[in-house]
């Protein structure tokens, strides 16, 4: 079965300090690999969609690498912010249509 | 831009009453929307596709007699949960896509609605 994996623990880290989050997937062969963030009660926010072909892609802080081969994508928050606390969820598209699978996310808490 | 409205954000009901939930792009065109369910500590998971003017497309295991979709504009999706019980107090999320290409694959989110049933 078609398996999204993220980091079910927490992960806390400093002020400025570079945050990685792992999302790796079994039985999927993705064209593209999309990153949101969700805030408690809130819906989820797109940050990034990275493509098959593409093995890296940024956005200001933020910076997304895909390996097709590893089945992995790494997603990377330079000089975190306390802002940038929340939960992180990686998506893949589903077999059908243009309907999402989401991972379980892992939640990031940057501390002052 | 891409902006969804999601209403109400807060709900809370008696069992065995319905409740409709909206869902509305308020600035672009969506050509398909999904409504998700998520329990806390878990993942969003789908419940069902819906495109403009046709029938919705419900995943395995979600009642379609129970969570009734409608999807009459392109701007409009409702979920209505008929005859709730409390064990469909959750999150529920819409969320719509518009664009073309690769930005199809990206969805534009609601703020989510709160049902509790007690």
């Known amino acids: 079965s078609q398996k999204i994996e993220q980091n079910s623990e927490a992960l806390n880290i400093q002020e400025g300090k570079t945050a990685t989050l792992t999302c790796n997937y079994t039985?999927?062969?993705?064209?593209?690999l999309q990153w949101y963030r969700q805030d408690p009660g809130r819906g989820p926010v797109f940050l990034l969609l990275i493509r098959e072909n593409e093995k890296e892609k940024r956005k200001e802080r933020l910076k997304v690498t895909f390996d097709t081969t590893l089945k992995q994508s790494l997603f990377h928050i330079t000089a975190s912010q306390p802002a940038d606390s929340a939960t992180y969820l990686c998506a893949l598209v589903a077999n059908s249509g243009y309907a999402l699978n989401f991972g379980k996310g892992t939640s990031l808490l940057v501390t002052p | 831009g891409a902006v969804v409205s999601q209403h109400p954000s807060r709900v809370i009901c008696k069992s065995g009453t319905s409740v409709k939930i909206e869902c509305r792009s308020l600035?672009?065109?969506?050509?398909?929307m999904f409504w998700y369910r998520q329990f806390p500590k878990q993942s969003l998971m789908l419940m069902a596709t819906s495109n403009e003017g046709s029938k919705a497309t419900y995943e395995q295991g979600v009642e379609k007699d129970k969570f009734l979709i409608n999807h009459a504009s392109l701007t409009l999706s409702t979920l209505t949960v008929t005859s709730a019980h409390p064990e469909d107090s959750s999150f529920y999320i819409c969320?719509?896509?518009?664009?073309?290409?690769?930005?199809?694959?990206?969805?534009?989110f609601g703020a989510g609605t709160r049902l509790s049933v007690l």
């Open positions: 600035d672009f065109q969506a050509t398909t």
């Open positions: 969320s719509a896509t518009g664009g073309q290409g690769a930005a199809k694959n990206i969805q534009y």
């Open positions: 039985n999927y062969s993705p064209a593209y």
